[in-house]
């Protein structure tokens, strides 16, 4: 087994990599919503080795990152006028909207679908690696399917070292959760996915907003999901986490109860715990919230915790990413308390 080479972003590392990416290779990137596992988005070999490095599902899409708004021609086509002023106002930024596809694409990109999700990254050093390849990048994030995402370099090697050549340093991401995801309908959008973009920034350019089902709900595995990646198993620490939704003196009082010494409280910053507690804060407001709770559910692993206790975040505005992500690392598994 080799080793993934960790390089820091200079234009030397950066040329490096993308000539890797143009010989079909996959090299791990930062964004500044989670890290990236790229690849030539045109190229069907290649893409196959993200789906295999990562054990992804195959009817699971991948995004494609472009860095410049040309770029999109030939990707889509029937690029709705909305779809247009989104970008103007979004991007580059953590916003993918789901497009027609070009047959370009290779359908093992887009899952098998007819449209594809593309976004700007914001991050300089994505961008510069897409355009030192002048190709767009086939890019989810750089984690073994169902583990949380990877928000640092250091965390993709944890999960990828040996099973891809190489991964930029970008440092720690801006933003910790994947972007907003969403779709075209006739009179507005629809949220697949929400992120740290929300739906009432999305409102001041769109009027109608809707929020999918699968947003908060369980997708069963076997119907065709708006957004595929909502039906599988996500974002898993290798512990069982438990949603307590309830005041902090009955979350306290449930832990009491229910704790072993093998479990951890997953708390705000400020929350007052009992010292016989074992608990890790995962921000004190949503944005903070979604910058640490990749992080979190990665650091509870190396604790060894069997079962963590969280408690719940704000469900709208930012909080809706973060209340998205921990209920299926949670296995939508709540726990009512104080009623
Ligand atoms: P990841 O890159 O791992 O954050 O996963 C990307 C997610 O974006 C997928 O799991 C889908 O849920 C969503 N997505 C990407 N492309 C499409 C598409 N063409 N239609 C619907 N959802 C998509
Ligand atoms: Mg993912």
């Known amino acids: ?121 914001k991050s300089p050093v994505a961008r510069e690696l897409i355009r030192a390849c002048l190709l767009p990048l086939a890019a989810p994030s750089a984690n073994i399917s169902g583990r949380p995402s990877t928000t640092s370099a250091l965390h993709v090697l944890n999960d990828l070292n040996g099973l891809i050549p190489a991964v930029l340093d970008g440092g720690e991401c801006e933003v910790g959760v994947e972007s907003t995801v969403i779709s075209f309908e006739s009179d507005g959008v629809r949220i697949l996915r929400p992120g740290i973009i929300t739906a009432d920034e999305l409102m001041s350019v769109a009027h109608n907003v809707f929020i999918d089902n699968g947003v908060l709900n369980e997708v069963s595995s076997d119907i065709k999901a708006a957004s595929p990646g909502m039906k599988y198993k996500h974002y898993s620490p290798k512990a069982k986490v438990v949603l307590v939704d309830g005041s902090l003196e009955s979350f306290i009082e449930y832990a009491k109860e229910n704790a072993s010494e093998d479990t951890f409280l997953m708390c705000f910053d400020g929350d007052e715990i009992p010292d016989d507690l074992n608990v890790v804060y995962y921000g004190k407001n949503s944005r903070e919230q979604a910058n640490r709770l990749f992080k979190v559910l990665r650091e509870l692993d190396e604790l060894n915790a069997k079962t963590v206790f969280a408690r719940v975040p704000e469900k709208s505005g930012e909080g809706l990413a973060v209340y998205n992500r921990i209920l299926r690392a949670a296995a939508f598994e709540i726990v009512r308390v104080g009623e």
């Open 1 to 121: 087994m080799f080793d993934t080479k960790l390089l820091s972003p200079t234009p030397e590392n950066i040329d490096y990599c993308a000539r890797l990416i143009k010989c079909g290779e996959i090299v791990g990137m930062p964004t500044e919503t989670v890290y990236g596992l790229a690849a030539n988005a045109f190229d069907e070999s290649a893409v196959r080795k993200i789906f295999a490095a990562k054990g992804r599902p195959a009817d699971n899409p991948l995004i494609v990152h472009i860095s410049d708004i040309d770029m999109i021609k030939t990707l889509s086509t029937d690029i709705p006028e909305l779809a247009w002023k989104l970008a103007e106002s979004f991007w580059p930024g953590p916003l993918t909207m789901v497009l027609p596809k070009t047959h370009k694409i290779p359908s093992v990109t887009s899952g098998g679908l007819d449209t594809v999700g593309i976004r700007m990254p």
